[in-house]
Nanobody, 120 residues
Framework: VQLQASGGGLVQPGGSLRLSCAAS????????VVWHRQAPEKQRELVAS???????NVADSVKGRFTISRDNAKNTVYLQMNSLKPEDTAVYYC???????????????WGQGTQVTVSS
């Protein structure tokens, strides 16, 4: 199974992007998914998380601008980012708890990251 983050790119301040975090391959369940970001010379920051039942959290720094959602049928989690600012520039990573087979344990997987650059 692979966890793939996509959707990054170059956008002007005030613009929008939608990131996707998709689990490919045969899995039994996609559990909690977390988006992180890391800017150059900065510590990794937790951006948003969503749990299997749908409850979610977002960091104060992006509250009101970023929304996390999931499509369980597609084993995909989305991060809708609106009103982007230059300080949102970072590599965005997702990690997820994935159950490979019914009755098996959830194990943590990481995606490869996708670059988001906000600049005029």
């Amino acid at each position: 199974v692979q966890l793939q983050a996509s959707g990054g790119g170059l956008v002007q301040p005030g613009g929008s992007l939608r990131l996707s975090c998709a689990a490919s391959g045969s899995i039994a369940s996609l559990g909690a998914v977390v988006w992180h970001r890391q800017a150059p010379e900065k510590q990794r920051e937790l951006v948003a998380s969503i749990f299997l039942g749908g409850s979610r959290n977002v960091a104060d720094s992006v509250k009101g601008r970023f929304t996390i959602s999931r499509d369980n049928a597609k084993n995909t989690v989305y991060l809708q980012m609106n009103s982007l600012k230059p300080e949102d520039t970072a590599v965005y990573y997702c990690n997820a708890n994935i159950k490979l087979r019914p009755g098996g344990p959830y194990r943590e997987h990481w995606g490869q990251g996708t670059q988001v650059t906000v600049s005029s």
